[in-house]
């Protein structure tokens, strides 16, 4: 079983649509949680940074853990064409031993 | 934001020879750097951590003598392929500690091509 599981999509949904991104994961001693967006070809930027359970919102995005559940969302509201990318989640227990999710190809339709 | 260069963005090369790839932080200073591996449809995979003034911190399974990591000042850190092979061919990606905790910078990667 991977530490970090992430459908890989592809997920293709209409401008305008509210997108929902999911992982589990498996080690109950991941502290931190990220969403990263990647480009084709392009490395990956940093979207959304969460420490421990709860919610953190910005702008249309917002990201939340529930460790009781092992489950992390990331949630792309009023969805648009620019947001057409592959969106990693990531998981560390600390000292920059970050694991990967496949990343969920997302495209949005204008 | 902090930026991360590579270069070169996309190198193709024949089966045998040895490929250096760079990793820059343009802004700041990185003690420690990253490097990943990226396959089609699969995740980053963490090959080593390289660290400056000192020997890189391979991950299980990556062969050191293969994956040739320097870390020569605080803004660059260099990958070198030796003997490349077809199975070599992937996106490599290198990265910095970010400004949050766990956070990273990322390159924006080279894509290598062995023939």
């Known amino acids: 079983q991977k530490e970090v599981e992430q459908d890989p999509g592809p997920l293709s949904v209409p401008e305008g649509a509210i997108v929902s991104l999911n992982c589990t994961y498996s080690?109950?001693?991941?502290?931190?949680f990220m969403w990263y967006r990647q480009y084709s070809r392009k490395g990956p930027e940093l979207l959304m940074y969460?420490?421990?359970?709860g919610n953190k919102e910005d702008g249309r995005f917002t990201a939340q853990v529930d460790k009781s559940s092992k489950y992390i969302s990331l949630f792309i509201r009023d969805s648009q064409p620019s947001d057409s990318a592959t969106y990693l989640c990531?998981?560390?227990?600390?000292?920059?031993?970050?694991?990967f999710g496949t990343g969920t190809k997302l495209q949005v339709i204008p | 934001g902090a930026v991360v260069s590579q270069h070169p963005s996309r190198v193709i090369c024949k089966s045998g020879t040895s490929v250096k790839i760079e990793c820059r932080s343009l802004?700041?200073?990185?003690?420690?750097m990253f490097w990943y591996r990226q396959f089609p449809k699969q995740s980053l995979m963490l090959m080593a951590t390289?660290?400056?003034?000192?020997?890189?911190?391979?991950e299980q399974g990556v062969e050191k003598d293969k994956f040739l990591i320097n870390h020569a000042s605080l803004t660059l850190s260099t990958l070198t392929v030796t003997s490349a092979h077809p199975e070599d061919s992937s996106f490599y990606i290198c990265?910095?500690?970010?400004?949050?905790?766990?956070?990273?910078?990322f390159g924006p990667g080279t894509r290598l091509l062995v023939l």
């Open positions: 080690n109950s001693a991941f502290q931190y």
């Open positions: 990531a998981t560390s227990t600390g000292y920059q031993k970050v694991t």
């Open positions: 390289s660290n400056e003034g000192s020997k890189a911190t391979y």
């Open positions: 990265s910095a500690p970010g400004g949050a905790q766990e956070t990273q910078y």
């Open positions: 969460t420490y421990s359970s």
């Open positions: 802004d700041f200073q990185a003690t420690t």
